[in-house]
Structure formats: C-alpha cells, structure tokens
C-alpha cells in the first residue's frame, strides 16, 4: 500500500498536463487583500456604505488555476459589532486604471449577523470560490465593500477584511467574456409592476464560445402582509434555456445548522435563499454551445400576488459567462479537507477523531464515475480507497472517509491525494493533494455523567452516543424526554474515539430568547465529583455534535469557567439566572444600566452551585443592562435588554 502511495505522490510530481505547458510560476499561491481590517459602518442617510480600494493584481500574462475569496468579520476597538443582518457585497467596479468605465459586478455577497453579543476576542471568516471572475483580475483593479443599513454608525460596526487567495495554473476552462443579465431589486407580488414584465428572456450569440455559464445571487426580502415574502416565505424558481426548462429549485435555505451561532437575533429561522451571518452560495449552470449559434435563457419565479400591500422583494445579481468547454477529459481536483480543518465555516464538524471528509470537483468534461483517495495522518500508515459515483462536468460532490483520525500528540497533519479519475491518469494532477492540521478533540474521563434539563417542548430533543464507526452505545430517543425534567445519565467507557450528537427538529435548540414559552433547557458533562468538564450552548439551533476521546489514562483536570446563562435575556424585567459552579461558592450578583452605569439590583447569595435564580428589575426603565456575577477574583458579565412592551 505504502508503495503504491508512493508512486501515485511520484507520478503526481513529475506528471506533465496533455498538450499543456506547465507555466514557470505553476503552483504559486499569492494572497491580496484589497480590505485590510477596513472600518464598516452604515450611513443612514442612504442606506449604504461604498468602500473602494485599489488592487493591484499579477499582470495579464498570470493564469490562475483557482481564485477564492475570503471575507473575516471583527469587532471595531470600542464599538460592538453591528446589530442587524443587512445585505453585503464584494464588487468590481473598474479595471485597469481610475479612467476605465466604471462597473458594478457583484462576485459575492454576504449576510451581516446579528453581533451585538460579540466581544473583541470573536471573528468568523467566510470563503467562497471566484475563479469565473479570475479573468478579470490583472493588474489594478478597484474592489468595492457595500455595506448597506440603517442601523447607527456612531457606537457599532464592523472591522472587515477581503482576502483574495491566487493559485497560479492552467484554468480548467477559459473563459473571456462576461455579460450582465438581471440586476437590482425585484419586486414579488405587486401586480402594478409584474416581477415576470422585469425578468425578460435574454438573447445572445456565442461567437467563440463553446460554453456559457449562468451564476445567479438570488436572496429574498421584505415581510408583507400576505405571506411574509419575500424573507420568510418558500418559492420555486425555474431556469430555461432555449425555452427548455432546466432546473426548479426553491429559493429557501435552513438557518438552524449555521456554524456561526448564537446570534443575538433570530438567527434560526429559514429564509430566502440566506441566514444571518453567512455567504449566499451562488448557483451556478453550464450550457454547451455550439460557435456563432443564438440562444436564450430565461428565469422565472413561482407565481405569486399580493393583493393588499406588496413590499416583497427579490435581489438579484446574475451574469453569462463566455467559455471554453473543459480541455482535460479526466480531471480531477480536491477542492478542501472539510474534517479534520480550522475553518470558521466547518467549526460544528471539528475537532474530530473520525469522520473525515472532503469536498472534490469533477473539472474534466466527461462524468467522474470512479477516483482513489488516498489518507492518512503524518507518521501513520495510509488507507486508499475507490469513490464511486456519478459527478458531472465542474461539480463538486463531499466524500466521507472512514477509519479514525489518529493525533498521538495532540497536533498533526492529515494528508490526502486523489488519484486515478475514471481509471485513467489525471490530466492535471497538481491539485490533487493536500494537507491540513489536525486538533485532537477533548480528553474525557473513562466515567462522566450528562446531565441534561429538558424545557417545555421535550419532543423536538434527543441525544445519542456512538463509537468512532458510528455504533450505538446509548441513546435517549426522540419522544422519549418529558418537559422540565432533569436526567442525569452515567457512562462508563473503554479507550476510544466517541461521538455525543444533542438534536433539535425545530431548530431552536433548549432555548432561544424569542420562544420564551418554550422555556430553558441545558445540556452539560460532569464528572463523578461534580465537577464540570463541558457545558454545551443551549442557543445551538438544529445540532451539537461533540466529538471526544477516552485514554487509558485519566486525563489533567482542567478548570472550566462556570455557567452564567440569563433566559430570556430580552424580557420585560422578570427573568432566570442559571448558574453552575463546581463547588459551593458565595457570589456577588449585580445589574448595572448600560447608559447610567448605575446598580438597579445587588445582592450576595451563599452556597451557590446548582441553581436558577428568579430575578426581578421590572421597575427599571428600557434599556440595556450588564449582569455581573463575581466569584472572588473572576467576574462573568452577560448582557441584558429590558423592554417593557412587545
């Protein structure tokens, strides 16, 4: 096996690309920021902020294999995080020099998320592949950052870096022309502007291409008084060429499984086609065509009217690119390691001891029926195995690798090569491997207890517990758990690599501040002295899932901050504390106005360890308030809002 692995690395490395000249910078990989930890705040005035930058990018002679955008999110030094979930966007405006003709061509967008709670330790960074837009990229290109809203400027904001991440290389498909299709804002419903009188069919004629692609922005806004569209509602969306209908897709997109959670807001709930705090996923179609042959293409949305007050609305941002058809037939590229990975986007899958997957793209012209990957971690024998599937031309598919992800030290490199695509030698084979650092999961106890409270809607809750291979070992049922019940249940386990999976079907975790009828929950590991080892985030939405291990031998005890969760933490003034300690400790609770930095509550409690606390400051005014509750030395700060009406 070790052999083979290693004349598949050799064949890799000194492979040649068919009819291809491997270019002297093959392989180079150069990151531009056009947005440095660049100040963002609204203008309330107008309702959008522009931030224009200069860039200056390889000259035209570079090609590039890939191009991936990376966006992070940060707290401004004194300010806290924007509030609201405003609409974002990366744009190209002009090329080549301030005199070019300006334009405005979105390459991602991106959702604001709900980020009063966030402190200045937090970031999150988004990623998404541009290589359609990489032809543009040479020498100075001004990059724009819109950041719309309405929300204040004065005391929040954010601190935003765009990252552009260049692999030099020969493109799976060339491309030289791009033509703007439907852009702006749409309305839904309103039968004074029809959205299908503004969506018209659009003509064109290939000239040299042999290719066309559609990549489509496409998120609902708006809540009207029909059927809360276009935000809060599910249409289907069809796409056609040459009158022929392709694809039908609902524009819709499930919140409760976002890696970036809790939010402040209502950061669960489905919406049109994007979630607080993400990046909207382009959809992307191929058309074969033949050179200097006219076509059509055509979008059309589920019909739908509102006959009171339409307010609903569409945003959308589309452009048909002029191509190439793939060169390779056979090609074959591993696109990312999902698990095990750092990436903010991956954070509920990692760490992990099992499982590991990664995401591969089919970038040759015939369908990809069959590839070997091979894995394994540095220092550890490797595994090989056959994926087979059907993946067609330029799409990517996740492949779940099996076995455990061995990290003796707790720090280490997974690595993974494809090989092989269809049986036949890669075209391309120098994006075929990669590597990414390994975390080992937490050390457990060989004996712990989960202690988990149910709150008043039990039956969206249950939790299981499976070996690294996915076997059963105990499990508390869907339908099984009664409401604001505590369990307490004991495990006993053997060395090994354990997966703790807690659901919710609503998607609302054990609590969520804006279902304050279904009350409070927690899910937390102890040890057999009470100690806590891991307190789960009750605000989790769809999942948690926890990966640990057990070793042979009892692992160092590691003091864990305690629990200090308010529920709910907006209210009307009457609301519970839940605190947990490892031992008896006395503790001195405040409440302090956010504007008068005054105390409206302060009081000592002994012998505080397992406890929720019924709080009262209903005779304070709206506003936001700081709960501190002090142990000795530490101090645990969380924030409250007070408002009186709904």
Known sequence: MKQRYVMILVMIVLGTVADKAVPAAFGTVTHLKSHDNEKVVTDPSRGFTLYPRWVVFPPVGAEYRKVVLYVTYRCPQGLHCGEWDYIDAVQLKRMGSSTAAPRTIEIARLISPYGWKFDSTWSFTWHVDVTDFAFLLHDSVEVEFKHTGYESNTDRGW??????????????????????????TFPYGDTSNPLESLLKKASFFSDTATMVRLRIHQTGHGMDDSANCAEFCSKYRQVKFDDSLVDQRQIWRTCGDNPLYPQSGTWIYNRANWCPGSIVFPDIYDFPVSPRSSHTIDIDMEPYINPNKPSANYYIQSYLFRSARPWAKNDVSLEEITVPGSASEYARLNPACAEPSVLIKNNGNLPLSSVEVIFGSEGDSVQTITWLGHLGSQKTTTVLLPGPIPSTSGQGMFRVTLALPNGLPDEYPHDNVGSSAISAPPVLPSQFILALRTNKEPGHNEWRLTDGSGNSIRERA?????????????????????????????????????????????????????????????????????????????PAIVRQPPVVEPFPPRHKGRFDVDLFFDRATTIDLNIVSDSSKSAVYSRRYQSIRDTLLSLDISSSPDGVYWLNVIAGKDTTTRRLRLRHSD
């Open 159 to 184: 601190l935003v870096t765009v990252d552009f991440e260049l692999t030099e290389g020969i493109s799976a498909i060339h491309t030289f022309a791009l033509d703007t299709l439907w852009c702006g």
């Open 478 to 554: 869907l339908g099984s758990l009664k409401p604001f019940t505590n369990y307490r249940d004991t495990f006993t386990l053997t060395p090994g690599c354990y997966l703790l999976t807690l659901s919710d079907t609503a998607g609302d975790g054990l609590n969520f501040w804006y279902n304050v009828e279904g009350g409070y929950g927690y899910a937390r590991l102890i040890d057999l002295n009470g100690h806590l080892i891991k307190g789960f985030q009750s605000d989790f939405g769809s999942e948690i899932r926890y990966w640990f291990t057990v070793g042979e031998t009892p």
